[in-house]
Each structure stands twice: as structure tokens, then as C-alpha cells.
């Protein structure tokens, strides 16, 4: 299915979802009271309506019933029968449930308890599941000056009582479990003491932790010590996460639980082979090195489903069918999927090599599609825009047809798959609205959302990411048709299935091609985080998971800060070097340093435990040979009196990096490979959103004392950097011309060296990286990559150039900041601007480029252009009175469905439009119009709009023209000679076929040669220009031959032009 | 003539012949451009061949039963007729200079886009097949040719090739014998009157030698044998220097006009004394795409007050004393080489013959008119003269039929870069070359 972009579905509108909350309040976790619990992944045990096994399944498709079989899992060896053998397994997917406590590992607890399940895949493709029992939720409160053993006992009880009080309906016998004296200490600011002392508070369930921290927060009043309130330590860390952490478990690596110490359990919940329970210290984690780095055959399942919607709307879940689903699944690993099939409503003709499984009734198809999720029980789920579309639209038609046993899609027996709208917003990434579908044990992967997350593309439609990925398209069929294909006969309807299996495939090809299953698994793997978090959450979770179990490690605490929003304020970023823009036909060397923010935070020991507050600053009176005072005046101690846990970290993420990367030099399996490659930039990324961890002020643990140190150190580089090339690299220090550093970025700094080749600007940009190397504290590294010659440099963060790596060819062509690819610019800017750095840069014809731009200008206004090239999209995102700004493609949209509303665009879809001409002072969000009604009518274009705003555009969220920009440093007065010379003239506009006005217009002959006014007995040409017949007719012809090598597309249009000469002239001549 | 009569006692008449235009075909009359498509072509062309083909298909495999492509059954040996499709990696689209990014180096020599891994498909309007096998050579063939396979379906669902029947050389008209007289033809091409290349003396030269005004008696006489001269395109180079998309200052446009005078005046003179067959080519002022229509005549004041100047189409068909010609300027070849592979241009000029077909690469990659009903490129009838224009060599051969047909083939050179014109004898379809230099070698 074809999700974004020209999209034929778009997200059901609200009131859609106003029906499923009622449904939903029914299966939501009774014992979450609290608000804040939302975040954390709560499951009760629920008993379903009584229902008989047995009727779950299709009883009178036994045809489809022995398909299914040949699906299923591989049966479970003897040795895993009889419980003699450790399991193994790569986990996937961690959450918990709360449970009674297991009687026979517990014998001494009782009443409900936390239990983590684990879900995963042996080695053999087994499925597994986990239980862990024993683990409990705690968190840390900084323990008061003179607290002794009966003080703390005191603390214990008021607090239970507290906490009764809050909760008075529940049957937990014992809030707080425990209350226990350790010796920790917190990560904030450099402290003398190696310890001091904390209270550790294990509570019942994980749901109480955030109860708990709300009292200790308000204050709490103790006999002997009055009223206090106190800060907690590490209570936002879920509980999940917690555990994974406290037993060094990483997402997606191996875990073994020895024979022995687990029992099978007694009453099998899951429909995983093995479902176990074990203690939480029986767990072996086992780090992936070696044998444990590789992958689990899982099974992924790639599915799209199609739906008949009604004419002019979208398919809503409680109007229109699910008509078709196709499925696809590959183990991992393998490149071909071993199962193929599509579920379709109605008859469909064969498909070679897919199973083609028909059904009479739509309750048939979704009952189907739900026994084949069982039986072949896949680990992940993947296809595009399910998260948003598919599934939920599966759950919520499954409710209109009352089918009560269809949502049970998940590893756990009876349990029902809920929907909830979430939202997600990152700095980086914006605020996107979703759905959220848990499947208990099943891993989602939507390829949109990774699409949308990793890579900036001008469409997310998945036909168009297939293209630019995997350079292959599928078939549109436009949603309007897809009923009357439905609706046709079995030739119709396998049509519609090969579509529909096209658009299962894809998500699986793209995740291959991407190796997104090594990367992200990788990624999981180094940050320690589970591999559901990395695509539903953002940046920040990735460091605190590796901030908590360092600071485990050295017997740290994290303080849970309260968010205050930004009220910090904001700190001066990154500096960027004055550019000296110009045109630069001599090579420019670059030198770059090599991750310069974590070099800097290592070389400076820059940590919170390292940072002393100004007051400590007076107070301990540290000697000055062990501090830094870093250039934006904070004071952090050096490593030998304290090393950093941050600087650690990265430490180990850069080496971790450099052995990935030398492991994959020798590597020689792809597979091997492939995580290898994975895991290096899994870890370029991770060492990279350090930094930004400590910068984000609404983050988990902002700390700006740190992330301005850095940027202040960055800036103070980049000045050192420019300073020691323009005094070492000088004429009067024996070199052939001095140095010139011309810009500077963030972490690289462009110097012209004023040699004429490559090849020695290269030795030079070698020799400075190395003497200047030199003069920083490692490990910040000055490196020098590569030349650009020639160089355009137009303002900062903008600029092109040649990029070059050796001395012989050049690499390719690299722009920054110059928007080619904006997609709402139209194709004739895009064209334009490459085709003009193109001739700058490469052909070097500065001339040429100038020349082409003016003739590209005439050409729009002699109307000689292509009005494919015209067309600007936007995405239509509201309907036409949701928006309080009249603009164009809104209100394109609107007269659009007035003339026919099954072929308007709709919410979601992109809207293509061009600027026509219209009575003067209308305003340009009136004269959009549809591109084909522009073609079929004849209706003129506006050139001058294409002019003033798309090649030349001011505007206040587009400060600079972009193609202005890039002729500003080559050419004087460049506004006044491209875009105001004689080229703009003349202008041409074509006579529209319909509008009142041509209803009074007589048309009258001209003269070709001089324009005059014909009488009767003329044709063609005047008396006066009677005998320029072959030169006016040479000058016609091979103008338009001319303007036929420029746009080959035109050529049809030109050859229609010749061939009206053509008669014209073949009159006068006979 | 009058030259002639100063030098010499006996005045030479010069030799007459009858000269019939078959151009008919060629002609677009009141076809416009209202969005046809050109499938319809592909489909006139198919229907055509198809009837022609299944007409030789007995005499060929006597008892191989002919199918459709939707047909066939998987090892059942077979004959299928449909049209050729070449699958080329490298073959330009349109839809790149849309879609893709511009790569800073060109992919593809401009002038071949042959890839090894370039595969044929037949087509007809059931479906399509792949088509595999060592017998049909990609190489050779084009998109566009309507062939017979014999073959089977294999396992993979391509088509084996066994063997090949292309529709052959057409019949032809019976040589005619009555003339046994030496009666001489000229071809030339390429004259490029404004380019850098050509020199109006070469060009003096070859009038004078056709007016008879150059050599002595003897050559003169040879002179007066010469009834016809067909200049088969590209006459013309316009500076397109002065053109860059805006409008011509007054000055320029008669510079543009320039080169074009300058040809009239040529013409006028050879019209004068001899008949003469203009054909547009691929740089003349003319419409680019296939069949090109005849240059307009006001563009030739001068020399079109005669009548024995005529402006014709390319392809351009005549007959010269029942001697059957039939030619273009050179796109059809020129195309030819771009995507398929041989030893010389008469040997794409044979393949024209064989397949029937004059320019099976139009409409694909060779620019042509969208006919709804009819294929003016197909060969009816074998001529007794094939003649290609601008060429980069001379080359002429004799091709004999299977069923007795005789066909002269000839490939002009560019006159401007090498300053050859060829002569044909209508009595015996010998060849030979006139070449003139204005090199002084002192």
C-alpha cells in the first residue's frame, strides 16, 4: 500500500477514533491509576470472554488449516523436551507483566509481583519466552545527615503508611518492601569523598515508584527531623531498562538460562515452544563477541492489506471492507521469503509461486490472517505505515464486524492487541502523531517511520522510496479503482493481489538492502537499549541507558532532575569562521577534525562527576595544576583526581569502533560483515549524541555546564587552527605563497594555500594537519581529507565544490545548503541550479552558465517551457477551513472536489499545482490550478510568478534566492543581469480556448516578418516583407530546431510549431 | 550549353530520361499532430508483416504450427511472429533528465549504447516473451523488426530461439533491358554550404563537371550522359552560433540566411542544365522527424523557377527509365549504428532490405510521425538503387535476392569532409566515385 506522498490512504480522521476508547477502557491496566504510568509497558493478565480454544480456529477451511501446519515452527528437539538442556536464545523483546509471585522460586513473597518477560528466538528458530521472577523495582533517596538503623526503620513505616493511604483499594500486602542502607554517590559535580550514604527503596510493583517519588518529592515528616522533602535518585528509569541494566542484558543479544534452574511452566500462557520460569540471577547475559554476535533466525513477517474504499474518500474502518492481505516471510538471513501468500476476499485467478487462499466472507479473511500469525508465529513485523495504518485499521474493522477473537495477535494466549495514539517529538526529528499497537512479543518495525527517521527524502510514498532505493517501482493503482477491481472478476481481483503482494515485498527488500535489521540490532547492542525503543523513541534514551550502567559500574547514582523546562537557557553554539565568499579557482584544502566533541569532552575530562560548582570552587581549595578552567568559565578537575564516567564512555565507544572497523577489514563473511559494519556506525552515532545529551535542556540529565565547555573549546580550535596556518604558512616562512584560511565550520576549516595543483595542496593540507596536531592535548586529532577545486563558496553553511581525494580525479560534486532537492520548489529551479553549478564548477564556463540561465528565463517567458517542469507539490495536510492562512494548494484542493470529488486530492496526498495568470491583484493562492485542467484548457501560465518567486525568490522562510546566490560571488550585479536584461522582453502567453473574453475577440493575421496588421488580400506576409520569405522561413525553422536541443522534452510541441509553418508556408509558396 | 557550342564544332546533346516520383507516401498531407499515439504504427507495421510472414512460414518449417504469445505451452516447439523489442541498459530515457540526478561524468558514449547484457522480447498483441538462445543475436537486431521464431517455451518462461525467418529481400521489378545506353545518375550528400568544412570551390567543380563546363571533349561528353543528380541531405549548415534562444538581431538573421543563398545559387546553375531531386537532411531547415517533407521551395528562389528542380521528402522514391530508387539522408543508418553492431553501413542497408523495413528503430529512438493507419517505411517493392546519404565512407555493393532480385546498394559520403560524389550507370548499375580536390600540390 502506497502510504505518504500521493497516497491513497490517509490517517481515518478523528471522529473515527472516537468509537475504539470505549472498547479500549475495558483492556487497559486497572491498576495504572496514576497518569503517569502511560509510559510504562504495564500488562495485567486478562481472562478473555470463556471462550473454547477449539473455536478459534477456522474449523471448515481445513484446506487452510493443513497450509498453515507446513508453516509452522521446527518441533522441539528431545533434549529441550526434558528440560536437560540450557536454553539459549537472542532476545528481542523485553517488558513485564505483574503476576502473583511464583510460589516455588519466591517461597518467601507473596501477593502480586513484577515478572519480565523475555522474548526471543533459539539458534534452531524456536521461539521462547521468559519469565523472570525476583526482580524488584527500587530507586534511591540521598540519605539525611544522622539517620540510624531505627531512624530508617521509622522511615520505612511512615512511608508505607503514605503510600496505603494513596492506594487505598489495592490488596497489596506490603508497599515498600525494603528500605536499605548503601554507599553511593551522586554523578553531580566533583565530591571529595568516595561515598556517602543512600537509602535504596524497593517497593511492590513497579506501577509504585513514581507514587513513592511523588511523596518523597512533597515532603514527608519524620519525628526528630521535621518535614522534608527529598530528591530521588534513578526513579524514571523503567522498569524494563532496569533490569537489562542490572543484569547487563543489551537489546537483541544472547541469553542463556542453564538446565535446571528453569522450570517449564505450568499452565502455558504464550504460544511460544519453550515458556519458562527462572530467577532473575540464573540469567547469563552473555555480551556479543564472537559466536553471540550473530543473529537468531527470526522470522519476519512483511504484510499489506488492501481495502475498498467508497468513491472520493478514504477507507474507514467502519465503512469499508478489508479485502485483500498478503503476506510474506523470510528467516533471517536468507534472501528469498519462504512463505507467500495473499488472503482475498471473493475468487482471485493464480499466481505463479504465491498461495492464493480465497474467502467468501470478510470475517473469513481476518480469522485467517489471525490463525496464519499464530501458527507461523513470526518475531517481527514489518511493512509500511503499518504502525498508522494496517494494523490499527485491521483492529478497528475487526470491532465494527464484531469479530470479539480476531485482536488476539500477539505470543500471549487471550491477550488482545490494544491500539492508543501516542505522539512523538524529538529537537530533532519534530512532533509526529502515531499509533501505537502493542503485539506482546512481536517486534514492529514500520519501514515509513524509519524511512522518516534516517533519511531525508523529498517523498515518503513507498513507491518513490523504492525508487530511490532499490531503483525499482511498483504499479499505482489509484484507490479510487481499487473497488472496481475488487469488483470485476478473478483476472480483476489477482491484479489488484499482485499490487498487493508488490507492496509487501517492498518493505522486505528495503529492509535488506538496508540492512536495517544488523543496524539497528547493532545499535540496540551498543547502547544497551531494547530494539523497539530505537524507532519509537528518541536520541536521548540511547546515552541514559549507557550513563546508568556506567555509573553503575563505579557505584554512582543519577538524580532524577526535575524537568524544567528551558528555563535554563541556551548557550552560545558552535562558532563559524567569517566566509569570505568568492569564486576560488585555485584548490582549497580542508581540515577536518576527526569527532571533534567527544575528543574534547576525553582530552578535558569533561564529566558532571568531574564539574565543581563555583561555590566547591572556593571552598575545597583544589591546587590549579588539577583543574581546567575551560574557556566558557567552568571548572571541571582533571583525571587525576577524578576520571570522568562520560569521557569513559566514549573512550570505550571510540575504541569499541576502531576494533569493529578493524574486524571488518578482516572479516570475510557478509553476514559477519554486515553486523560489523553495523556496529561502527551504531557507535559513531552513539559517541556523536553525547554531547547533545548534555545539551538538551529538557532532556533526562541536561547539564550545560558541560555541553558550552565543549563548544567554547570547539570555538577556541577552530580560532588556534586559523591562527597557526596563517603564521606558519607564509611566504616569509619559506613557503610559495601564504596561506589564507577562508571559512570554517563547526569542526573544519577551509584553507587556501594559493598552490595552483591538487596534488600540492594535498601535501600542504597534510603537512598542517600534522604540525597543528600536534599542538592540541590528545586525543584531538586535526585530519586532512580532501580538496575542493574549484571552490564556490556563497555565505556560510553554503557552499559547492569539486571534492577530491587523490590528486588525479575528482570524487563527485558536493553542494551544502544550496537547496536543490527542496520539494516545494518546481523542477525548473532544481534544473536550473544544477545545471549551473554544473557548468561553473565542472565545465568551468561561468559564461555559459550565465547564458543558459538567460536562456532558460526567455524560454519561460516566450512560454516555451514544459509544464511538467512548472508543477510545484505540497502536501495537503488539513482541510481547506482548518487552515487559517489561504494557500495555494488548500485552496486548489477545494476546487478541485467541487468539480469531482472522487479525483480530488485528499488529506495526506501532495497536492501538484501550477501559478496560472489571472485578472490582475489576485492573489496567488487564487490562481493555483490542477496542471492537467492547465492542459486540457490551454490555460496561460504565469510567467512572471515563476520569475519573481520561484527563480528569484524573497521570502521571509526563504532568505536567500538560490539562484542568485550562486552567481552573487561570481558576477558583478548579478540580480540586474540575469534577471532584468534584454532577455526578458519579450514575452509570450498563450491564448486560452475558454474565459469570456475570447468570446469578443476577433483574431486577426499578422505578418510574420514585422508584425503589421494583414489586409484581406495578404496572407502571411506584408507587401513590405514580400521576398524575405526564405529568411524569415530559415530564422522560424532553426529557432525552433534550437529550442529543441535544449528541451528535448519539447520536441513534440516544437515539431507541431514547424509543422503549422509548415502549411502556413506551403500557402504563400503554391 | 552554350560554353559548349564556343569550344567545340559538334554540339553535345545531353541524354534524356523519363522520371516518375513515388514520393506519394512520404507525403504528410492533412495529418497534424492530435495526440495520436504511436503504438498505432507498431500495430499497422505487425498486422502487415504478420500476413506477409505467415505467407512464408509453409514454405519455411511446412508443419510447425504458428501461435500466438498468450499461446504457448511450455516445451512445445512452435512458430511466433510478432515485433522485436531490444531491452538496453544504456539506452537513453526521457524520464531521467525528470527523475535522476545529473551524474558529474556521462554514463554513455553518445554514440553506441550496445551493453552485452542487452536482451530482445518479442512482442505481439497478446504479450510478451524474453527470448533466449545463441541463434538471434542481439547485436543485430533492433527494436522495431517483425521476424518468425521457431522455438520453444523453456522452464524459466523465456523463449528458446531455434531459427530465424525474416521477411526477405521484396520482389522487384524486372530490370529493364531496352537501354543499352550509358545513362549516369549522381549522388551526393553532406554539402554543408556555411560550415567550416566545405570549400565552394570543390563544390564550382562538381557543377562544372555536371554542366559540362570542366575537361575536354571526351570528358564532356561523359558530361552529357549525366540525366540526373539526387543530393541526398544535410546541404546546409546553419551558424548555429548566432542562435541562443532569443530573438536574432535583423543583422544576424541574414547571416543565418546566408549558407541557404549560397546553395541556390549552386542550384540554379545544375538546374539549369540538369534535373535534380533535393532531399531535406538531418541539418537542414526542415522538420526533423521522419518522413521529412520536402524543403519548402521559397527558400530556393532561384533555382526553383525550373522545373527540373524538385524538393522531395526523405525517404525519397523515383524512377529513372523504369530503374527503381529508393533512398534517405542517412537517419535510418545513423540510427541503426547508435544501437546495433556491424561491419559497415551496407550492412545495415541490407538488414533495411531484408526486414522490409526502412527505419525500424522510428518510432522508438529514431524521430518519426505518429501515422494511425498506414507505415510508409515499409519496402513493397525491392528497388534496383538503395542509396544512403552522409555516410562516413564511400561503399557500394551488388545484392542479389533469392529470388533473382539485384540491388544496388551505395553509401554517399559527406561531400563537405571528403569531397566524393557518386556515380551510378543505369545500364549496368556499375559504380564509381568523382572526386574533386583543390589542394595546388605544386
Redesign the interface.
Known amino acids: 500500500m502506497n502510504r505518504n506522498g500521493n497516497a491513497r490512504k490517509r490517517p481515518p480522521p478523528p471522529q473515527a477514533q472516537s468509537a475504539p476508547p470505549a472498547k479500549q477502557q475495558a483492556t487497559t491496566p486497572t491498576a495504572a491509576g496514576d497518569e503517569e504510568f502511560v509510559d510504562e509497558d504495564v500488562f495485567l493478565e486478562e481472562t478473555l470472554i470463556a471462550e473454547d480454544e477449539q473455536n478459534l480456529l477456522l474449523q471448515d477451511h481445513q484446506l487452510f488449516a493443513s497450509r498453515l501446519a507446513k508453516w509452522t515452527r521446527p518441533p522441539l528437539s528431545q533434549s529441550y523436551v526434558s528440560q536437560s538442556q540450557s536454553i539459549i536464545f537472542q532476545q528481542l523483546e523485553i517488558d513485564y507483566i505483574i503476576g502473583d509471585s511464583h510460589k516455588e522460586l519466591l517461597p518467601q513473597r507473596s501477593g502480586p509481583a513484577a515478572i519480565i518477560r523475555i522474548f526471543g528466538v533459539t539458534r534452531e528458530g524456536h521461539s521462547v519466552c521468559c519469565n523472570v521472577h525476583g526482580f524488584e523495582p527500587y530507586f534511591y533517596i540521598s540519605c539525611p545527615p544522622g539517620m540510624g538503623p531505627d531512624d530508617i526503620s521509622r522511615f520505612h513505616q511512615i512511608l508505607e503508611g503514605r503510600m496505603r493511604e494513596a492506594n487505598r483499594n489495592s490488596k497489596v500486602p506490603k508497599f515498600v518492601q525494603r528500605v536499605e542502607l548503601v554507599k553511593k554517590r551522586s554523578i553531580m559535580y566533583y565530591q571529595k569523598e568516595s561515598s556517602y550514604p543512600f537509602l535504596k527503596i524497593v517497593v511492590a510493583l513497579p506501577t509504585m515508584v513514581s507514587g513513592c517519588r511523588g511523596i518523597l518529592d512533597k515532603g514527608i515528616h519524620i519525628d526528630g527531623l521535621g518535614t522534608k522533602s527529598f530528591m530521588t535518585y534513578e526513579s524514571n528509569v523503567l522498569f524494563a531498562l532496569r533490569f537489562m541494566i542490572d543484569c547487563n542484558v543489551v537489546g537483541g543479544n544472547w541469553i542463556e538460562v542453564p538446565a535446571g534452574k528453569y522450570r517449564k511452566t505450568s499452565k502455558s500462557l504464550s504460544y511460544c515452544q519453550l515458556e519458562f520460569d527462572c530467577l532473575y540471577s540464573e540469567v547469563i547475559s552473555h555480551a556479543p563477541e564472537g559466536e553471540f554476535s550473530k543473529m537468531a533466525p527470526f522470522r519476519i513477517l512483511s504484510f499489506d492489506i488492501e481495502c475498498a474504499g467508497r468513491k472520493g474518500h478514504f477507507p474507514e474502518p467502519n465503512h469499508d471492507p478489508v479485502i485483500q492481505v498478503a503476506n510474506l516471510v523470510t528467516l533471517q538471513g536468507q534472501d528469498q521469503p519462504f512463505v507467500r501468500n495473499v488472503m482475498t476476499l471473493n475468487t482471485c485467478a493464480p499466481i505463479v509461486g504465491v498461495d492464493v487462499i480465497s474467502f467468501d466472507t470478510e470475517k473469513e479473511v481476518l480469522l485467517a490472517w489471525r490463525d496464519f500469525v499464530r501458527e507461523v508465529d513470526p518475531d517481527i513485523i514489518i511493512g509500511y505505515n503499518i504502525c498508522k495504518f494496517d494494523l490499527p485499521y485491521l483492529i478497528e474493522r475487526a470491532q465494527t464486524l464484531g469479530i470479539a477473537e480476531f485482536p488476539i495477535l500477539g505470543r500471549i494466549r487471550n491477550s488482545r492487541v490494544r491500539v492508543k495514539d501516542t505522539t512523538f517529538s524529538s529537537r530533532q526529528l519534530g512532533t509526529r502523531e502515531s499509533k501505537e499497537v502493542t503485539v506482546e512479543g512481536r517486534v514492529q518495525f514500520d519501514l515509513l517511520q524509519a524511512m522518516q527517521r534516517d533519511y531525508k527524502l523529498t517523498s515518503y510514498s513507498l513507491n518513490s522510496v523504492s525508487a530511490h532505493f532499490l531503483s525499482e517501482q511498483k504499479e499505482d493503482v489509484h484507490h479510487s479503482i481499487i473497488s472496481d477491481l475488487q469488483n470485476g472478476n478473478a483476472e480483476t481481483r489477482r491484479r489488484l493481489a499482485v499490487y498487493c503482494l508488490k507492496d509487501a515485498y517492498l518493505p522486505q527488500r528495503l529492509l535488506d538492502k538496508l540492512m536495517y535489521m544488523y543496524n539497528y540490532i547493532e545499535m540496540a547492542r551498543v547502547t544497551g537499549v531494547p530494539v523497539s525503543f530505537l524507532l519509537s523513541r528518541g536520541q536521548s534514551i540511547k546515552v541514559l541507558s549507557q550513563l546508568l550502567r556506567k555509573a553503575k559500574q563505579k557505584n554512582l547514582v543519577l538524580p532524577n532532575v526535575k524537568q524544567a523546562g528551558s528555563e535554563q537557557g541556551s548557550y552560545e553554539g558552535a562558532t563559524v569562521l567569517e566566509a569570505r565568499a568568492g569564486f576560488y579557482e585555485k584548490p582549497i584544502a580542508t581540515l577536518d577534525f576527526a569527532s571533534l566533541y567527544p575528543s574534547i569532552m576525553m582530552a578535558y575530562n569533561l564529566c558532571y562527576c568531574t564539574l565543581v560548582t563555583p561555590e566547591d570552587v572556593r571552598k575545597l581549595n583544589l591546587p590549579p595544576e588539577c583543574v581546567t578552567k575551560t574557556p566558557s568559565g567552568d571548572t571541571f578537575v582533571k583525571s587525576n583526581l577524578q576520571k570522568g564516567i562520560l569521557p569513559e564512555i566514549l573512550e570505550e565507544l571510540l575504541a569499541a569502533r576502531k576494533r569493529a572497523k578493524a574486524d571488518l577489514k578482516e572479516a570475510k563473511d557478509p553476514f559477519e560483515k554486515a553486523v560489523l559494519d553495523g556496529r561502527q556506525l551504531a557507535l559513531k552515532i552513539s559517541a556523536n549524541s553525547v554531547y547533545g545529551f548534555t545539551g538538551a535542556t529538557i532532556g533526562q540529565l541536561p547539564c550545560l555546564e558541560i555541553s558550552s565547555s565543549v563548544t567554547s573549546y570547539g570555538r577556541q580550535m577552530i580560532e588556534h587552527t586559523k591562527k597557526l596556518v596563517e603564521d606558519k604558512f607564509t611566504i616569509i616562512g619559506g613557503y610559495e605563497h601564504n596561506a589564507e584560511v577562508i571559512y570554517g565550520d563547526t569542526d573544519s576549516v577551509m584553507v587556501q594555500f594559493g598552490v595552483p595543483t591538487v596534488e600540492e595542496a594535498m601535501k600542504l593540507g597534510r603537512e598542517a594537519a600534522e604540525y597543528i596536531s600536534g599542538t592540541f592535548i590528545k586525543p584531538i586529532k586535526l585530519e586532512f581529507e580532501k580538496v575542493y577545486y574549484p571552490y564556490l563558496l556563497i555565505s556560510k553553511k553554503r557552499y559547492a565544490g569539486l571534492f577530491w581525494t587523490n590528486p588525479e580525479k575528482f570524487d563527485k560534486m558536493d553542494t551544502k545548503g544550496i537547496e536543490t532537492v527542496r520539494r516545494d520548489n518546481c523542477l525548473l529551479v532544481k534544473n536550473l541550479v544544477t545545471e549551473c553549478l554544473q557548468k561553473i564548477l565542472i565545465e568551468r564556463d561561468v559564461p555559459g552558465a550565465v547564458q543558459f540561465v538567460k536562456n532558460t528565463i526567455s524560454d519561460l517567458l516566450m512560454n516555451r517551457m514544459d509544464l511538467s517542469l512548472l508543477v510545484i507539490t505540497k502536501g495537503l495536510t488539513k482541510t481547506g477551513d482548518d487552515y487559517e492562512v489561504k494557500t495555494a494548494h488548500v485552496q486548489l484542493a477545494d476546487r478541485m472536489r467541487k468539480r469531482d470529488p472522487a479525483t480530488a486530492p485528499n488529506v495526506g496526498d501532495r497536492v501538484p499545482y501550477v501559478i496560472i495568470k489571472a485578472t490582475k491583484g489576485a492573489k496567488a493562492y487564487e490562481r493555483s490550478e490542477d496542471p492537467i485542467y492547465v492542459l486540457e484548457n490551454n490555460i496561460p501560465i504565469d510567467p512572471q510568478y515563476y520569475l519573481e518567486n520561484q527563480i528569484s525568490k524573497v521570502s521571509t522562510n526563504f532568505p536567500v534566492q538560490p539562484l542568485l546566490r550562486i552567481f552573487e560571488p561570481i558576477l558583478k550585479n548579478a540580480s540586474k543581469e540575469l534577471l532584468h536584461g534584454s532577455h526578458t522582453r519579450s514575452i509570450s502567453i498563450s491564448t486560452p480556448s475558454t474565459g469570456g473574453i475570447m468570446k469578443f475577440a476577433k483574431k486577426q493575421l499578422s505578418c510574420i516578418g514585422c508584425k503589421a496588421v494583414l489586409r484581406n488580400s495578404e496572407r502571411t506576409l506584408c507587401s513590405n516583407c514580400k521576398g524575405r520569405e526564405a529568411e524569415l522561413y530559415c530564422k522560424t525553422v532553426s529557432q525552433d530546431i534550437f529550442a529543441s536541443n535544449v528541451l528535448p522534452a519539447t520536441t513534440v510541441a516544437v515539431e507541431e510549431a514547424v509543422d503549422d509553418m509548415e502549411t502556413e508556408w506551403i500557402k504563400i509558396a503554391q | 550549353m552554350e560554353a559548349m557550342e564556343v569550344d567545340s564544332q559538334k554540339t553535345l546533346q545531353r541524354k534524356q530520361s523519363t522520371y516518375n516520383s513515388l514520393d506519394e507516401a512520404f507525403f504528410i498531407h492533412n495529418e497534424?499532430?492530435k495526440g495520436q499515439q504511436y503504438s498505432q504504427i507498431y500495430y499497422v507495421r505487425l498486422r502487415m508483416m504478420r500476413t506477409l510472414l505467415h505467407s512464408l512460414v509453409p514454405l519455411w518449417k511446412p508443419h510447425v504450427p504458428v501461435c500466438t504469445i498468450l499461446e504457448l505451452e511450455g516445451g512445445k516447439e512452435c512458430i511466433i511472429v510478432g515485433t522485436l523489442y531490444k531491452h538496453m541498459k544504456l539506452k537513453p530515457c526521457?524520464l531521467d533528465?525528470?527523475?535522476k540526478?545529473?551524474s558529474?561524468v556521462p554514463l554513455v558514449k553518445p554514440h553506441n549504447f550496445m551493453h552485452p547484457d542487452d536482451h530482445l522480447v518479442l512482442e505481439d498483441e497478446s504479450g510478451r516473451v524474453k527470448l533466449s538462445g545463441t541463434v538471434l543475436l542481439p547485436s543485430t537486431y533492433v527494436t522495431g523488426v517483425v521476424v518468425a521464431l521457431l522455438g520453444k517455451e523453456t522452464d524459466a518462461g523465456d523463449f528458446l530461439v531455434q531459427d530465424v525467418l525474416e521477411a526477405g529481400l521484396p520482389p522487384q521489378i524486372q530490370l529493364p533491358l531496352k537501354s543499352r545506353e550509358d545513362k549516369y545518375v549522381v549522388f551526393v550528400s553532406g554539402l554543408s554550404v556555411g560550415s567550416s568544412t566545405s570549400n565552394p570551390l570543390q563544390f564550382q567543380l562538381l557543377v562544372d563537371h555536371i554542366t559540362g563546363y570542366l575537361g575536354d571533349e571526351k570528358e564532356q561528353s561523359i558530361a552529357a550522359e549525366i540525366v540526373h543528380l539526387v543530393i541526398a541531405g544535410d546541404s546546409v549548415e546553419?551558424p548555429?552560433n548566432l542562435?541562443?534562444?532569443?530573438?536574432?538581431a535583423s543583422r544576424d538573421?541574414?547571416r543565418?540566411?546566408e549558407p541557404?543563398?549560397e546553395l541556390?545559387i549552386f542550384l540554379t546553375q545544375i538546374a539549369a542544365g540538369v534535373s535534380l531531386d533535393i532531399m531535406p537532411g538531418s541539418n537542414d531547415?526542415?522538420?526533423?522527424?521522419l518522413p521529412q517533407?520536402p524543403l519548402?521551395?521559397?527558400?530556393?528562389?532561384g533555382s526553383a523557377t525550373y522545373n527540373t528542380f524538385r524538393s522531395c521528402t526523405n525517404p525519397h522514391c523515383f524512377e529513372l527509365d523504369n530503374v527503381r530508387f529508393l533512398g534517405t539522408s542517412g537517419q535510418n543508418i545513423d540510427d541503426l549504428e547508435k544501437y546495433s553492431d556491424a561491419d559497415d553501413e551496407l550492412d545495415f542497408m541490407e538488414r533495411t532490405l531484408k526486414w522490409r523495413h526502412l527505419a525500424p528503430t522510428a518510432p522508438n529512438t529514431l524521430?518519426c510521425y505518429p501515422f494511425t493507419d498506414r507505415d510508409p517505411f515499409l519496402i513493397d517493392n525491392c528497388p534496383h538503387v538503395y542509396f544512403v546519404g552522409n555516410q562516413k565512407k564511400y561503399g557500394t555493393r551488388l545484392l542479389k535476392g533469392s529470388e533473382g532480385q539485384l540491388v544496388r546498394l551505395i553509401s554517399i559520403p559527406k561531400f563537405s569532409e571528403t569531397g566524393v560524389a557518386v556515380v551510378l550507370n543505369m545500364r549496368n548499375l556499375e559504380c564509381h566515385t568523382l572526386s574533386f580536390g583543390t589542394e595546388l600540390s605544386l
Request: charged share 20%.
Open positions: 497534424y499532430y526521457i533528465e525528470y527523475s540526478e545529473r558529474a546553419i548555429r542562435l541562443n534562444g532569443q530573438n536574432l538573421q541574414s543565418l540566411f541557404v543563398k541556390d531547415p526542415a522538420n526533423f522527424s517533407q519548402n521551395r521559397c527558400l530556393f528562389p524521430g
